[in-house]
């Protein structure tokens, strides 16, 4: 049974710093990892999402990469902004097509 | 474009009722999700469709809950004989295949509350 965990629970920075958000599964059988940010009663915006066959991910100052055989996955965020301050999900799609969710990354950037 | 929508974007209802939720996918995309997040908890899946037929309904949390897709487009999450513990945010996705390379787009959910 495919679990995801995402570790910091909640993460707070100043403007300006890089910072790298984890996710680790279990099974390494997966078919893509998709990471969302989610707004406080909003749904979810796809950030990025890496396919099996691939090791990274790049869009703008956000950039995502995958190691498959220990079942990891980060994203980098460069030069945080307050307007970045949101909860970050993980998602990895396995066998049968189930998307596993892990429990978020709430991030805090302090102007 | 239009993106995915939902309706209603929020629901009392008394425990007992049924309720009905409805979801439009984006044109065009054959995979359809649903999934429950209770407040302060992440995601659950429910329950995805590939075109009309959901091939997987294992993630449905009991038998008060079905769920149907009609014409590869509108689906609706039904839950019967409501209780507390269905009060959640119950949000739809769709993709245009299934395939590894094909990213979910969500829709702003239902907020449902059961009294």
């Known amino acids: 049974k495919q679990e995801v965990t995402q570790i910091p629970a909640a993460l707070s920075v100043p403007e300006g710093e890089n910072l790298v958000l984890n996710c680790s599964f279990t099974d390494s059988a997966i078919y893509n990892l998709q990471w969302f940010r989610q707004d406080p009663g909003k749904g979810l915006t796809s950030l990025l999402l890496?396919?099996?066959?691939?090791r990274e991910q790049t869009s703008g100052r956000l950039n995502a990469s995958l190691d498959k055989s220990s079942g990891r996955s980060t994203l980098y965020i460069a030069a945080s902004q307050p307007g970045d301050s949101a909860t970050y999900l993980c998602a990895v799609k396995s066998g049968g097509f189930k998307t596993i969710f892990g429990a978020g990354t709430r991030l805090f950037v302090k102007a | 474009g239009a993106g995915v929508s939902q309706s209603p974007s929020n629901k009392v209802t008394e425990k007992g009722k049924d309720v009905e939720l409805r979801c439009d996918p984006i044109s065009g995309h054959t995979a359809l999700y649903w999934y429950r997040q209770r407040l302060g908890q992440g995601l659950e899946f429910l329950i995805y469709?590939?075109?009309?037929?959901?091939?997987?309904k294992s993630g449905l949390p009991s038998d008060r809950f079905s769920a149907e897709r009609t014409g590869e487009s509108v689906s609706t999450l039904t839950i019967q004989r409501t209780q507390q513990e269905d009060s959640a945010v119950y949000l739809c996705a769709s993709s245009f295949g299934q395939g590894q390379g094909y990213e979910q787009y969500f829709g702003p959910g239902t907020r449902l509350t059961v009294t």
């Open positions: 890496i396919q099996s066959s691939q």
């Open positions: 469709f590939q075109g009309n037929s959901a091939p997987d």
